[in-house]
C-alpha cells in the first residue's frame, strides 16, 4: 500500500520493550533463504522438464507427485519446483511407479523413508522463507530432484540472466528506509492478528541480516513479538520511537512491543543497518496528522501491564518518491 502526500506529520505510541526469554517455535523443516536470486540451473541440469516455478502460494496444503514420468521412466517429481507461502505443509505422493523412491532435503531438513506403494505419502511443514532443494536418494543422478521456494525468496531456472528472477521491489520504500533491504517485497497485511512475529536473523542481505517479513502492516494494539533465529548478535531498535532491545547473540531471544494509535514505525538492527537489516511496521492508518491518547505497556513474562495514558511525541513524516 503507498501513502500520499508529501509531507505529513506521524506518532506511534510503541510500548516499552522487553525480554520474554527463550522458548523459540522451531517448524519442523527450514528453508535455505538467501538475499540475491539463488540460481537453481545447475541443480536441475540433468532433470528434464523443469522450466518454470509453479505458483501455488495460498494453499495451506500442496502436494507433489513423486515417480511421475520423466528422467527416462517415473524417476520425476512434479512439480519439480514449486513455490509455496510460509507455514505450507508439503506432501508427497507416491505413484507406485518406477520402484522404490524416498524425498530427502539436501541441507539434511527432512528425509523420508523409503516407499514404493501407490498412495504412500511424506509430509513436512516449511516455515522460513527460502529456497530447499531435495532429491530421491538412489535416482539422484538420473535427474529426480525437486525445490520448494517459500515465500518471495528469488531464483532462476537458467543461470543469471535468465529464468525466474527475485521479485522487484515496491516502489513504497517510506521514505528509502527500506530502499537497501533485499529481501523486502511487499507490505505484509496482519490486521486482525492481537500478535505477530518478526524473525531476526534470517537470511538475507548478503548473510544472516535480515528481519523477515521486514515490513508488515497490524492493526492498534497489536503486540510485535521478535524472535531470534541467527547466531550473530542483533537488537531491535526505534530511535525516533524510543523503543530498542538488548543486542543479544543466540537463537531464541524474544523482544515484544506493543502499538496503539495510527502511525509508522521504522526500525532497526544497529549493527548490521548498513547492509539492509531494516524493517516497517505500519499501524492501523498509518501517518496522521491528527493526535490521540494513548496507552502505555509493558510485556514481560507473560503479563501484561497497563500504564497511564499519555500522547506520545510527533514527528514530522517526508516522503520522497523512492
Not at 522458548?23 to 522450466?51: H, I, M, R, Y
Amino acid at each position: 500500500m503507498a501513502m500520499t502526500g508529501t509531507t505529513r506529520r506521524r506518532f506511534l505510541a510503541a510500548t516499552a520493550g522487553a525480554t520474554l526469554g527463550a522458548g523459540l517455535f522451531v517448524g519442523p523443516a527450514t528453508a535455505q533463504a538467501g538475499g540475491s536470486a539463488v540460481d537453481l540451473s545447475k541443480w536441475f541440469a540433468n532433470t528434464e522438464g523443469v522450466s518454470k516455478v509453479t505458483d501455488a502460494r495460498g494453499q495451506s496444503r500442496v502436494e507433489v507427485t513423486v515417480g511421475a514420468e520423466g528422467n527416462g521412466g517415473a524417476f520425476a517429481f512434479a512439480p519439480a519446483a514449486v513455490r509455496i507461502d510460509p507455514g505450507t505443509t508439503v506432501v508427497w505422493t507416491w505413484t507406485g511407479n518406477g520402484g522404490t523412491h524416498n524425498v530427502v532435503a539436501k541441507d539434511g531438513s527432512f528425509e523420508s523413508e523409503y516407499y514404493g506403494a501407490s498412495g504412500d505419502t511424506f509430509e513436512t511443514m516449511l516455515d522460513a522463507p527460502g529456497v530447499t532443494r531435495y532429491a530421491c536418494a538412489p535416482h539422484e543422478a538420473m535427474g529426480m530432484k525437486g525445490a520448494v521456494v517459500v515465500g518471495d525468496a528469488g531464483v532462476t531456472l537458467s543461470g543469471p540472466s535468465g529464468g525466474e528472477q527475485t521479485p522487484e521491489q515496491p516502489e513504497e520504500t517510506y521514505d528509502g528506509w527500506l530502499a537497501n533491504t533485499g529481501n523486502y517485497h511487499e507490505l505484509v497485511d496482519r490486521r486482525g492478528e492481537s500478535e505477530v512475529t518478526v524473525e531476526v536473523g534470517v537470511e538475507g542481505n548478503g548473510g544472516p541480516y535480515a528481519f523477515a517479513p521486514p515490513a508488515m502492516r497490524i492493526d492498534p494494539g497489536t503486540t510485535v513479538v521478535w524472535e531470534w533465529v541467527g547466531d550473530e548478535s542483533y537488537d531491535v531498535v526505534d530511535a525516533e520511537l524510543g523503543y530498542h532491545s538488548d543486542q543479544v547473540a543466540g537463537a531464541g531471544h524474544r523482544f515484544a512491543v506493543e502499538f496503539d494509535g495510527d502511525g509508522l514505525s521504522t526500525y532497526e538492527c544497529s549493527e548490521y543497518s548498513d547492509e539492509g537489516m531494516r524493517g516497517v511496521i505500519l499501524v492501523g492508518e498509518g501517518p496522521t496528522r491528527q493526535l490521540s491518547t494513548l496507552s502505555y505497556a509493558v510485556t514481560g513474562g507473560g503479563a501484561l501491564v497497563l500504564g497511564a495514558p499519555f500522547l506520545y511525541g510527533l514527528r514530522e513524516h517526508v516522503r520522497s518518491t523512492r
